[in-house]
């Protein structure tokens, strides 16, 4: 559908045309006819790469070079005919393979997910109501609804273009924004000159407009230049990067640790066989070959929890720099504060009353000095909040045990007030006719409404009044005190003023209210026949309340080394008010004119020592960015509309509002906020730390086992021992038990002292310094036990024995190692023995399997074991459990020894 029956281009006709085209209407599609549609057209998406099969995914489970090692080894076996060796290793690798197709289709399935909550989304008119669908359900006819900082979802011919500007540059090159027309236009235009239309993947950068979509999908001009839409980035992050490359490196040392291993062994004189089996199992042994692959499934499973506490990671090295963040910038509105407008105060009759309650819901009580008040019994009272309620365009909409607000947010806290005092609006209009309006406006400083009673055919009209104090003060000449009006006088003016300044100096936004009796419903409304003359009635103060855990979640940065700054555009008092509420520094304020005022060195001094930025631009926030990361700081900038895109794409991590936000905010975000509450920041910055600590476990135990097994191996060869271990246990160890151990350290829970150390360097190895003393210090445990129990029934028994003892010890050194590796510095007792059920899951599986090869007969004869005794289970755990007590005794000692 990209030109009309006539085939003249959709830009060369009238818009009645087009819609008669379509067959549509200005009320827009049915809900049934965007189905119809859908199923016809297809959905509005551009083709992707395929996506490999599971059967690919399988298969790529055994194209690893280690796993073709043993592929091969097995092969060799059959030709020579020891196919119990040769079975066990096909075994081995199945179960790896197997384990490791499960690991990725889910890591798949869980990138999928977070692609289709982080999908864009599309206004639409339909079945005549204004709708919010996902971008991908737009149909051809579908009437968009297109603001300023929206992505237009697909081609559409322009109906109504309201200042209606364009940024084309990913379509047509052109860097400026192109201004948008309704009329037809000559067939033969360019491209970038067909001003009535709009085009999938451009962003509106300002005005309205409304469009009927003509084309979608690949049939847009985006799609037949199959240029990519947004999409949760698939790229691997350089941690990825770098765990693939370590794992290359140590299959490179692999392969010279098992060469010589071969070597040795054929000079010492063991058969040839054994000695290629055993070298191969080496070299597996030496390798984490899942290392990269548990790292993915630790990101994947990471961004799913993160997608659970509201937060949507789009770009996945966003997800390791969250664990370097010093400081987080944070906008005021609905990220510190509710975004619900809530009047906190009344001063009428001379008396301060306090209002509890919060956000939208009609609930709360009016109060003096801690007594409760009954609004039906305060007369001055209920003239002030029924201003409130008729000089106001506002509606309370329910919904669900919910409230909303339908208009603006401060009239809306007027209308929720009236509430709290049974003034409900629809039953105060149903005893209030409007008969006029003068709309607010900043010049005016006020606005007013005509209003007549119904039940009283012979009332007068009265003047309904709320604005600015000072203009509204300026109109008064008489004031309501204890039901009757008398005159004002001059300093109960300067009075009232001074409760205003001090309310102000609270965060309120203050309102006056007043009202006029007019002479008779004839007169003539406007502000100069409301003139002067009116009665003072009262002032109310109402604050956007700042969330209630937010306090606690800064609390809890400060904790982690990480500072805050709140940059609003509020003014400067009121932007103190609620970072002092917030527990934020508020010993130095900046304004945004100051910042106009000071170059770029200055801000990079005084940067480090504001909490607090009032009357900001958005186009000013990419100055304090900027002047942060000169400092060496890891930024994270929360931003929702279109001016704060550079200052998201210029931070380390974007974050943009996934309520309020605009799409070109979203697109050069890093992660998206889906309550857009700071908690969901603080959650974010937990997750990351836990997502890069739950690595390291995994690293350190796989390295450290490893490093203990070919430790022992090269060891015993050296000092003349018999094979301590032959190569299907080996495999048995590396490949089956760790499985299951890495996973259950991959879902290790957060730590209580997580939120409680300082933000990781950036350029923090995984793995290096004193980490690698650590290793060394298990594997020697590892090393003498095993060998040391080795040798000692060696001299007391059989060499079946001997090896039975030696393949169960290092097994259970590692499970108890696997315990050491929940932490560096905190020990098991402090962590919980229960706190990680997986982990005590996987020791089960493990002890089973282990039970099993020893105890079966089948297994005995492919694993070359025998039966063990209880004197024998005490040994074993009495040595391999050494490298816990040894650890607990260090972290007791000396918790900051290895980090």
Known sequence: MTQANDKRPWHALPVEEVMDVLEVTDSGLTTEEARARLERFGLNELEEKAQRTWVKVL??????????????????????????????????????????????????????????????????????QPQEIASSEVAPGDIILLEAGDKVPADARLIEAASLRTNEAPLTGESEPVAKTTGPLPEDVTLAETTNMVRAGTVVTYGRGVGVVVATGMRTEMGRIATAVTEVEKEDTPLQKRMAELTRTLGIIAIFISSGIFIGGLLRGIDLLDMFLFAVAAAVA??????????????????????????????????????????????????????????????????????????????????????????????????????????NDAYLAPHDGTYTVIGDPTEGALVVAGAKAGLHREHVEDVWRRSAEIPFHSELGFMATVDSEVTEPDSRAVVHLKGVPEVVLSMCNHILVNGHVRDLQDEEKRAILEVKREMADDALRVLALAYKVLPDHATPISPDTIGDNLVFVGLVGMIDPPRTEVRQAIEATKQAGIKVIMITGDDKVTATAIGRQLGLPVRMVMTGSELARI??????????????????????????????????????????????????????IGVAMGITGTDVAREE?????????????????????????????????LLSTNVGEVLTLVVGLIIGLPLPLIAVQVLFINLVTDSFYDIALGVEPGHPSVLRQPPRSPSERIIGGRILYRFAFVAIFMTVGTLGLFVYYLQTGSLFEARTVAFTTMAMFQWFNAFNARSTTDSLFVLGL?????????????????GLVIYLPLFQTVFETVPLGLNDWVAIVAVSISVLVAEEIRKLVAPRLFG
């Open 669 to 701: 975000a890093d992660m998206i906020l889906t309550d857009d509450n700071f908690v969901s920041i603080v959650s974010a910055i937990e997750e990351g730390r836990v997502i890069f600590g739950n690595i390291r476990r995994v690293v350190f135990y």
């Open 59 to 128: 298969v790529g489970q055994f194209t690893s070079p280690l796993i073709i090692m043993l592929l091969v080894a097995a092969a060799i076996s059959l030709l020579l005919g020891e196919w119990i060796e040769a079975t066990v290793i096909l075994a081995v690798v199945l179960i790896s393979g197997v384990v490791g197709f499960i690991q990725e289709t889910k890591a798949e399935q869980a990138i999928r997910a977070l692609k289709a909550m982080a999908a864009p989304h599309a206004s639409v008119r339909r079945d005549g």
């Open 599 to 652: 170059d770029d060195h200055a801000l990079d001094r005084l940067v480090e020592d504001v909490s607090v930025f009032a009357r900001v631009e958005p186009q000013q926030k990419l100055r304090i960015v900027r002047a942060l990361k000169n400092r060496g700081e890891i930024v994270a900038m929360t931003g929702d509309g279109v001016n704060d895109a550079p200052a998201l794409k210029l931070a380390d």
């Open 834 to 850: 229960f706190s990680n059920r997986w982990l005590l899951l996987s020791v089960a599986i493990t002890a089973t399997l282990q």
């Open 286 to 391: 030496a390798v984490p070959e899942g290392l990269a692959a548990i790292v993915t499934i630790v990101l994947a499973l990471g961004t799913r929890r993160m997608a659970q506490r509201h937060v949507i990671i789009r770009k996945l090295p966003a997800v390791e720099t969250l664990g370097s963040a010093t400081v987080i910038c944070t906008d005021k509105t609905g990220t510190l504060t509710r975004n619900e407008m809530t009047v906190r105060r009344l001063f009428v009759d001379g008396r301060l009353i306090d209002v509890t309650g919060e956000g939208y819901a009609p609930q709360g009580e009016f109060r003096i000095d801690g007594h409760t008040l009954d609004p039906r019994r305060e007369q001055d009272l209920l003239v002030a909040l029924r201003i409130a309620v008729l000089a």
